[in-house]
């Protein structure tokens, strides 16, 4: 695809259809009518006046010869105007012998069809000395204005051409035998159109006078026959044709020729519409535009030509971290929207790189009109709209990807998926969220053969059961940008890790800093020596085991750093911390307050989204040079540096896995901006052995999670056994489960979900033998469609079904336990006198909610006070309702740093918290929807309150912070400022809001309004479709034939 076999001409503006395709021509086509002239005259120049034609400049017949493919005309007319005399009389009536002879069969058949006379203009030389020969009945004076709808169809070179013929003539005075010889070759070219026009008698009654004027006052300079032939094909292509017209029928049948020639060209069901990898010229100007991206490396010219992608196969694809995986899977996703008209779908692993891809994406949906839809937390729509123009781009997370696959199944529309993009597949071995991610693509290889699937990782090692597993074909590169060189530090002693080397390690150097004692007590393991060989020139990542670890780093290593790296960007820094205290409403992290001068932070989950993205950007910046972070910055967003150092090979308090430890290290050397990148991993002599074992071994196996999860397809049991035969589960039966077969299993999972009430066995009669199947409950469906864990399915349902016998609706309390997510309960600790202090602040009506739940105020007393407590209380509804009280008072008060102060929890812990109640209040809204009519009250009452948990702030904020990469202190910062609507938003001037807006720069300003573009035009199209779909006329109305 890199090289089409065709070319296809596109009008230049955006979402018009394509013109004309034309198959490839023969090897003569490759030579331009101007090339041929030169070879065959020796070399001689043109004419050095051209009234008509430019050749500086863009001409629409530079790549065409001829219109049948015979270039040959073209150069034996030039022939002859060089070799043959140039008599008046001889040549003209010789030079119209030729071209009624030489004309292509394609031209004779036009002026056939149109009835056109049947003498024709003749054409001559350029010598001024000899005129064109004027027909007596010249009909100069019958003529309309052209309209300018006319010329709005025609191309930008053709538009420039009548440009150009309509400036007045620059000389003032000329002689009457050079008036008389232009008039005679006006004629004779006018004649010429005549000849060569479609309909030439319907021509002339629609030129206007004042054209033919100009023309005459124009046309009177020197030119070659070439560019008379030129120019009168130039005016054929621009003359208006009537109705119905043979020659129109004629170019359409031409037209659905070529295409279906084109297609078979290609040799694939894709459709080549450009020339970058199939795609418009103007998809790599984005890339250069937006990106800087100018060149692909060559193994991304090589994935990107894979046969198996043109046969649209499956594709598995694996590189080390920063090898610039993801923009292969963009071209990718770019293909199937614009070539192919397929929705695609792009699972990403965490809710901050969804937004982020969502923000990077949204420039080029509005340039190259597909639509970006988030599926996230609790954004998106089930079952998504089905769009009859525009394609769209679903960018999600593992649980709403699965969502947004089971509501196509449901609706009949999975075919509509034509490509699934996954990154980071090694997700697949990752606990219960690997499971889902494993039911989302079997059921896709399931039910739709014709949706392609691409999954690419860094970290990847048991590749052939996930090749058997998803069909697929494998590539490979051991690929870096910039050069990785890995270290270990032991003491003073920092040694390279060499793969040759008995033991894994070679002598490298020793670190040459000068400790004092105080110094070393406070940095044993040489961390500030370490980064002050690179800070604050270049930059530092230092991966820390816990939170409080990344803190404490953070502290020490400014309580040593010169003062001298206070200077260093100084006001941005000022800035920064001006912002951060914005956002906290006048609060700032204390141990920000003192690193940041010094350019140092940490950036941990304990921080608000606000402060992590203010932070990243910073550092993105270079306003900080150094982080404490930690492993969850790996597989985060992509923040590079010239050197990462591993604080130690464990996370929390397990040992590092291999997988984890090459993420990390990946994160070294910036592409473009540094020659090599390097890792330290700091080692204690106790741990030697371990990190021998870990540098040297290989990459952990992806291993399935189905095994406790899988459930819910099919209609009998075989057809579940042979479901489930297609999964990472099936490949890999005999090793994860030894004590029973695959089919034992199927027939326990089943019998757990007809106990569970999720499904129920019917008897099918068929010919006297009588067979059992499988149906879903109501119960069934609901859990289907809300993706709700199987495990509290009937808990969820028993406590819907008891709030409607008496939910209090005086407040938000009551419904907000009903959407506190269970996944967070067995993580609680509750503060018994913060429980009490909040349990006291609620009106009557609010405290009697807590008796309904199961949670007395006797009790919360009781273990307030430290006294004995005999009376057996379910912990899971008291963990519950503490986790409530926070999202109560968080709703209240809408700021996350009194809420956190006022519970004594991290920041990060209580934004956690939200996120999720969000994210499950939305499943429980569709688990409510359709199928539970019994639950019909709580479809309006969770819809607004997952509009407020999902935002959290005040109402007149909600429209800004739609917009992806909008948090609540831009939010603030974009009302007050006037921008208070999305419509503000998405006409906004980028320049404007760099300079109203605070610490906004000049690109994340352009990606803001592009965002806002984006979500106004999903919104619009999405009424749109409504609205169609109301007028459409139903084609069963009774009394209708």
């Given at each position: 695809?890199?090289e089409p076999?065709?070319?296809?001409?596109?009008?230049?503006r955006?979402?018009?259809?394509?013109k004309?395709s034309?198959?490839?021509?023969?090897?003569?086509?490759a030579?331009?009518p101007?090339?041929?002239?030169?070879?065959?005259?020796?070399?001689?120049?043109?004419?050095?006046?051209?009234?008509?034609?430019n050749?500086?400049?863009e001409?629409?017949?530079?790549d065409?010869?001829s219109?049948?493919?015979d270039?040959?005309?073209?150069?034996?007319?030039?022939d002859?105007?060089h070799?043959?005399?140039?008599?008046?009389?001889?040549?003209?009536?010789?030079?119209g012998?030729?071209?009624l002879?030489?004309?292509?069969?394609?031209i004779?058949?036009?002026?056939?069809?149109?009835?056109s006379?049947?003498?024709?203009?003749?054409?001559c030389?350029?010598d001024?000395?000899h005129?064109?020969?004027?027909?007596?009945n010249?009909?100069?004076?019958n003529?309309?204005?052209?309209?300018?709808?006319?010329?709005d169809?025609?191309?930008?070179?053709?538009?420039?051409y009548?440009?150009?013929?309509?400036?007045?003539?620059?000389?003032?005075?000329?002689?009457?035998?050079?008036?008389?010889?232009?008039m005679?070759?006006?004629?004779?070219l006018d004649k010429?159109?005549?000849?060569?026009?479609?309909c030439?008698?319907?021509?002339?009654k629609?030129?206007?006078?004042?054209?033919?004027?100009d023309?005459k006052?124009?046309?009177?300079?020197?030119?070659?026959?070439?560019?008379?032939?030129?120019?009168?094909?130039t005016?054929?292509a621009?003359?208006?044709?009537?109705?119905?017209?043979?020659?129109?029928?004629?170019k359409e049948a031409?037209?659905?020729?070529?295409?279906?020639?084109a297609?078979?060209?290609?040799?694939?069901s894709?459709?080549?519409?450009?020339?970058?990898?199939?795609?418009?010229?103007?998809?790599?100007?984005?890339?250069?535009?937006?990106?800087?991206?100018?060149?692909l490396?060559e193994?991304?010219?090589?994935?990107?030509?894979?046969?198996?992608?043109?046969?649209?196969k499956?594709?598995i694809?694996?590189l080390?971290?920063?090898?610039?995986?993801?923009?292969?899977?963009?071209?990718?996703?770019?293909?199937?929207?614009?070539c192919?008209?397929?929705?695609?779908?792009?699972?990403?692993?965490?809710?901050?790189?969804?937004?982020e891809?969502?923000?990077?994406?949204?420039?080029?949906?509005?340039?190259?009109?597909?639509?970006?839809?988030?599926?996230?937390?609790?954004?998106?729509?089930?079952?998504?709209?089905?769009?009859?123009c525009?394609?769209s781009?679903?960018?999600?997370?593992?649980?709403?990807?699965?969502?947004?696959?089971?509501?196509?199944?449901e609706?009949?529309?999975?075919?509509?998926?034509?490509?699934v993009?996954?990154?980071?597949l090694?997700?697949?071995?990752?606990?219960?969220?690997?499971?889902?991610?494993?039911?989302?693509l079997?059921?896709?290889?399931?039910?739709?053969k014709?949706?392609?699937?691409?999954?690419?990782?860094?970290?990847?090692?048991?590749?052939?059961?996930?090749?058997?597993?998803?069909?697929a074909e494998?590539?490979?590169k051991?690929?870096?940008?910039?050069?990785?060189?890995?270290?270990?530090?032991i003491?003073?002693?920092?040694?390279?890790?060499d793969?040759?080397?008995?033991?894994?390690?070679?002598?490298?150097?020793l670190?040459?800093?000068?400790?004092?004692?105080?110094?070393?007590?406070?940095?044993?393991?040489h961390?500030?020596?370490?980064?002050t060989?690179?800070?604050?020139k270049?930059s530092?990542?230092i991966?820390?085991?816990?939170k409080?670890n990344c803190?404490?780093?953070?502290?020490?290593v400014?309580?040593?750093l010169?003062?001298?790296?206070?200077?260093?960007?100084?006001?941005?820094k000022?800035?920064?911390?001006?912002?951060?205290?914005?956002?906290?409403?006048?609060?700032?992290?204390?141990?920000?307050?003192?690193?940041?001068?010094?350019?140092?932070?940490?950036?941990?989950?304990?921080?608000t989204?606000?402060?992590?993205?203010s932070?990243?950007?910073a550092?993105?910046?270079?306003?900080?040079?150094l982080?404490?972070?930690?492993?969850?910055?790996?597989?985060?967003?992509?923040l590079?540096?010239?050197?990462?150092i591993l604080?130690?090979?464990?996370?929390?308090?397990?040992?590092?896995k291999?997988?984890?430890?090459?993420?990390?290290?990946g994160?070294?050397?910036?592409?473009?901006i540094?020659?090599a990148?390097?890792?330290?991993?700091?080692?204690?002599?106790?741990d030697k052995?371990?990190?021998?074992?870990?540098?040297?071994s290989?990459?952990e196996n992806?291993?399935s999670?189905?095994?406790?999860?899988f459930?819910?397809?099919?209609?009998?049991q075989?057809?579940?056994?042979?479901?489930l035969?297609h999964?990472?589960?099936?490949?890999?039966?005999q090793?994860?489960s030894k004590?029973k077969?695959?089919?034992?299993l199927?027939?326990?999972g089943?019998?757990?979900?007809?106990?569970?009430?999720?499904?129920?066995v019917?008897?099918?009669e068929?010919?006297?033998?009588?067979?059992?199947?499988?149906?879903i409950?109501?119960l069934?469906?609901?859990?289907?469609?809300?993706?709700?864990d199987?495990?509290?399915?009937?808990?969820?349902?028993?406590?819907?079904?008891?709030?409607?016998?008496?939910?209090?609706?005086e407040?938000?309390?009551?419904?907000l336990?009903l959407?506190?997510?269970?996944?967070?309960?067995?993580?609680?600790?509750?503060n018994w006198?913060?429980?009490l202090?909040?349990?006291?602040?609620?009106?009557?009506?609010?405290?009697?909610?807590a008796d309904?739940?199961?949670?007395?105020?006797?009790?919360?007393?009781?273990?307030?006070?430290?006294?004995?407590?005999r009376k057996?209380?379910?912990?899971?509804?008291?963990?519950r309702?503490?986790?409530?009280?926070?999202?109560?008072?968080?709703l209240?008060?809408?700021?996350?740093?009194?809420?956190?102060?006022?519970f004594?929890?991290?920041?990060?812990?209580?934004?956690?918290?939200?996120?999720?109640?969000a994210?499950?209040?939305?499943?429980v809204?569709?688990?409510?929807?359709?199928?539970?009519?019994?639950?019909?009250?709580?479809?309006?009452?969770?819809t607004?309150?997952?509009k407020?948990l999902?935002?959290?702030?005040?109402?007149?904020?909600?429209?800004?912070?739609?917009?992806?990469g909008?948090l609540?202190?831009?939010?603030k910062?974009?009302?007050?400022?006037g921008?208070?609507?999305?419509?503000?938003?998405?006409?906004?001037n980028?320049?404007?809001?760099?300079?109203?807006?605070e610490h906004l720069?000049?690109?994340?300003?352009k990606?803001?309004?592009?965002?806002?573009?984006?979500?106004?035009?999903?919104?619009?199209?999405?009424?749109?479709?409504?609205?169609?779909l109301?007028?459409?006329?139903?084609?069963d109305?009774?009394?209708t034939s």
């Amino acid at each position: 695809m890199a090289e089409p076999p065709l070319a296809v001409r596109r009008r230049s503006r955006l979402g018009s259809a394509p013109k004309r395709s034309r198959p490839p021509a023969g090897p003569s086509a490759a030579c331009s009518p101007l090339a041929l002239k030169r070879a065959n005259t020796g070399g001689e120049g043109v004419p050095a006046q051209r009234p008509y034609c430019n050749d500086s400049e863009e001409d629409m017949f530079g790549d065409y010869n001829s219109f049948c493919e015979d270039d040959s005309l073209l150069a034996q007319v030039l022939d002859t105007e060089h070799t043959r005399p140039r008599d008046a009389e001889t040549d003209v009536k010789a030079a119209g012998e030729f071209v009624l002879e030489g004309l292509p069969s394609g031209i004779d058949q036009r002026k056939q069809d149109n009835s056109s006379a049947s003498e024709t203009g003749v054409i001559c030389g350029g010598d001024t000395e000899h005129g064109f020969q004027t027909p007596e009945n010249d009909p100069l004076d019958n003529k309309e204005d052209l309209g300018d709808s006319l010329l709005d169809e025609l191309p930008s070179s053709q538009l420039l051409y009548f440009a150009e013929m309509r400036q007045p003539s620059t000389g003032s005075e000329r002689s009457a035998g050079t008036k008389k010889i232009d008039m005679s070759k006006c004629s004779s070219l006018d004649k010429i159109w005549r000849a060569s026009s479609p309909c030439p008698d319907s021509e002339h009654k629609n030129r206007s006078t004042e054209f033919s004027s100009d023309l005459k006052s124009d046309s009177c300079k020197n030119t070659s026959l070439k560019d008379h032939l030129k120019n009168a094909l130039t005016e054929n292509a621009k003359a208006q044709t009537l109705k119905v017209s043979k020659t129109k029928q004629l170019k359409e049948a031409i037209l659905s020729e070529e295409i279906c020639v084109a297609r078979k060209a290609i040799g694939s069901s894709s459709v080549d519409i450009g020339p970058f990898y199939g795609l418009p010229s103007k998809v790599k100007d984005l890339f250069w535009q937006l990106r800087g991206i100018e060149t692909l490396y060559e193994w991304q010219h090589d994935c990107l030509t894979l046969e198996c992608l043109q046969q649209r196969k499956n594709l598995i694809y694996s590189l080390p971290t920063s090898g610039g995986k993801t923009l292969v899977a963009e071209i990718l996703i770019l293909q199937e929207l614009l070539c192919m008209q397929k929705d695609v779908l792009m699972i990403l692993p965490y809710v901050a790189i969804v937004q982020e891809k969502v923000w990077g994406l949204s420039n080029f949906g509005i340039e190259l009109g597909f639509l970006v839809e988030e599926y996230a937390g609790s954004k998106g729509r089930f079952p998504p709209i089905k769009r009859r123009c525009k394609k769209s781009l679903y960018i999600a997370t593992i649980e709403k990807g699965h969502m947004l696959v089971n509501s196509l199944i449901e609706t009949d529309r999975i075919g509509d998926l034509g490509l699934v993009v996954v990154d980071e597949l090694h997700m697949l071995g990752e606990g219960s969220r690997g499971a889902t991610l494993e039911m989302t693509l079997a059921k896709i290889l399931y039910t739709s053969k014709s949706t392609h699937i691409v999954g690419m990782s860094a970290t990847l090692n048991n590749v052939g059961d996930l090749q058997k597993f998803l069909q697929a074909e494998y590539y490979t590169k051991n690929f870096r940008p910039v050069e990785l060189k890995e270290y270990i530090k032991i003491r003073d002693t920092i040694y390279e890790v060499d793969s040759k080397a008995e033991n894994g390690f070679t002598f490298s150097r020793l670190l040459n800093f000068k400790y004092s004692s105080n110094l070393k007590k406070a940095d044993p393991d040489h961390i500030i020596a370490l980064v002050t060989e690179v800070i604050p020139k270049y930059s530092c990542l230092i991966f820390c085991p816990t939170k409080k670890n990344c803190e404490n780093v953070a502290s020490m290593v400014c309580k040593y750093l010169n003062k001298e790296f206070r200077s260093h960007r100084e006001k941005e820094k000022q800035d920064l911390i001006k912002d951060l205290k914005n956002i906290g409403n006048g609060s700032i992290c204390p141990v920000l307050k003192q690193t940041i001068p010094f350019g140092v932070a940490y950036h941990h989950s304990g921080l608000t989204n606000d402060e992590r993205k203010s932070i990243e950007e910073a550092y993105s910046r270079g306003v900080l040079c150094l982080l404490a972070c930690t492993a969850t910055l790996a597989a985060g967003v992509n923040l590079p540096a010239r050197r990462v150092i591993l604080r130690a090979p464990y996370v929390a308090n397990d040992f590092l896995k291999k997988n984890q430890y090459k993420q990390m290290i990946g994160r070294a050397g910036r592409a473009g901006i540094d020659n090599a990148g390097e890792s330290i991993l700091i080692v204690q002599e106790k741990d030697k052995h371990l990190v021998q074992d870990l540098v040297t071994s290989p990459l952990e196996n992806c291993y399935s999670n189905l095994l406790p999860e899988f459930t819910k397809i099919a209609v009998t049991q075989e057809e579940v056994y042979n479901f489930l035969c297609h999964t990472l589960l099936g490949v890999q039966q005999q090793l994860l489960s030894k004590e029973k077969s695959l089919s034992e299993l199927v027939k326990d999972g089943l019998e757990s979900l007809i106990e569970k009430g999720l499904l129920t066995v019917k008897i099918m009669e068929k010919d006297q033998n009588s067979k059992t199947a499988l149906a879903i409950t109501r119960l069934g469906k609901a859990a289907y469609k809300g993706s709700i864990d199987l495990s509290y399915c009937n808990l969820l349902y028993k406590e819907l079904k008891k709030g409607l016998e008496g939910l209090v609706l005086e407040s938000s309390l009551h419904l907000l336990y009903l959407a506190t997510p269970y996944d967070m309960v067995s993580n609680c600790s509750p503060n018994w006198m913060i429980y009490l202090r909040q349990f006291n602040q609620l009106s009557a009506a609010e405290q009697t909610v807590a008796d309904m739940v199961g949670v007395p105020e006797s009790f919360i007393a009781k273990k307030a006070s430290g006294q004995a407590i005999r009376k057996n209380v379910d912990s899971a509804s008291v963990n519950r309702l503490y986790l409530t009280f926070i999202l109560y008072t968080l709703l209240k008060e809408t700021n996350i740093w009194s809420v956190s102060e006022k519970f004594n929890l991290s920041r990060g812990y209580v934004q956690n918290l939200l996120t999720s109640a969000a994210s499950f209040a939305s499943c429980v809204l569709h688990f409510c929807e359709q199928e539970l009519e019994e639950f019909w009250v709580y479809k309006a009452l969770l819809t607004e309150l997952t509009k407020h948990l999902t935002y959290c702030v005040k109402t007149e904020l909600i429209p800004l912070m739609e917009v992806a990469g909008v948090l609540e202190a831009r939010a603030k910062q974009l009302y007050n400022a006037g921008y208070k609507t999305l419509a503000h938003l998405a006409n906004a001037n980028p320049e404007t809001l760099v300079k109203t807006i605070e610490h906004l720069s000049r690109r994340q300003a352009k990606q803001i309004v592009s965002s806002a573009k984006m979500l106004l035009t999903e919104k619009a199209e999405a009424l749109q479709e409504e609205v169609e779909l109301l007028l459409k006329v139903p084609t069963d109305i009774p009394g209708t034939s």
